[in-house]
T-cell receptor, first 111, second 115 residues
Framework: KQEVTQIPAALSVPEGENLVLNCSFT??????LQWFRQDPGKGLTSLLL?????REQTSGRLNASLDKSSGRSTLYIAASQPGDSATYLC??????????FGKGTRLSVIA | DAGVIQSPRHEVTEMGQEVTLRCKPI?????LFWYRQTMMRGLELLIY????????DSGMPEDRFSAKMPNASFSTLKIQPSEPRDSAVYFC?????????????FGPGTRLTVL
């Protein structure tokens, strides 16, 4: 059974700092990995989707990397802004389950 | 596009009552997912449909939970009878499934409180 772990559970950084969020998964037989953002009281918004054949994917100040063999992914946020404050979740497909989610990292960027 | 629409946004009910949550997926999407989110367990898949057909309901916690998708533009999740431990945020998501690699689009969720 696929298990997804995200560390740290919460993170607080000053504005402008670069930061890395971590995601690990137990079953490396995945065909993609996704990072989502969730704002308080809102649904999830897809940020990046990395196919298993890719090593990284970039969107603006966000860069996600994937190392299938070690069962790890990182989400790098450059020059963080207060508007980046949210919970970030990673998710991978597992067997018949389209997505298995980690519990997320709650990020606070302090102005 | 209006996105995935869920109703109600908030529901407060008493233990033993029937609760019905509703979802309208994005037009043209052929897969629909129901999730439950709690602090303790995070986001869990309850059931999903492809082309209105339930594919995997192994995440449905008990027989008290049931879901239907009578057509491509509407789905319901029903809890009968409800219990306090059902209190959570319930999300609906939809996807245009082609190669299995497409992203899901989430609704805003229904916050359910069972007293």
């Amino acid at each position: 059974k696929q298990e997804v772990t995200q560390i740290p559970a919460a993170l607080s950084v000053p504005e402008g700092e670069n930061l890395v969020l971590n995601c690990s998964f137990t079953d490396s037989a995945i065909y993609n990995l996704q990072w989502f953002r969730q704002d308080p009281g809102k649904g999830l918004t897809s940020l990046l989707l990395i196919q298993s054949s890719q090593r990284e994917q970039t969107s603006g100040r966000l860069n996600a990397s994937l190392d299938k063999s070690s069962g790890r992914s990182t989400l790098y946020i450059a020059a963080s802004q207060p508007g980046d404050s949210a919970t970030y979740l990673c998710a991978v497909p597992s067997g018949n389950t389209p997505l298995v989610f980690g519990k997320g990292t709650r990020l606070s960027v302090i102005a | 596009d209006a996105g995935v629409i869920q109703s109600p946004r908030h529901e407060v009910t008493e233990m033993g009552q029937e609760v019905t949550l509703r979802c309208k997926p994005i037009s043209g999407h052929n897969s629909l997912f129901w999730y439950r989110q709690t602090m303790m367990r995070g986001l869990e898949l309850l059931i999903y449909f492809n082309n209105n057909v339930p594919i995997d309901d192994s995440g449905m916690p008990e027989d008290r939970f049931s879901a239907k998708m009578p057509n491509a533009s509407f789905s319901t999740l029903k809890i009968q009878p409800s219990e306090p431990r059902d209190s959570a945020v319930y999300f609906c998501a939809s996807r245009l499934t082609s190669g299995g690699t497409d992203t899901q689009y989430f609704g805003p969720g229904t916050r359910l409180t069972v007293l």
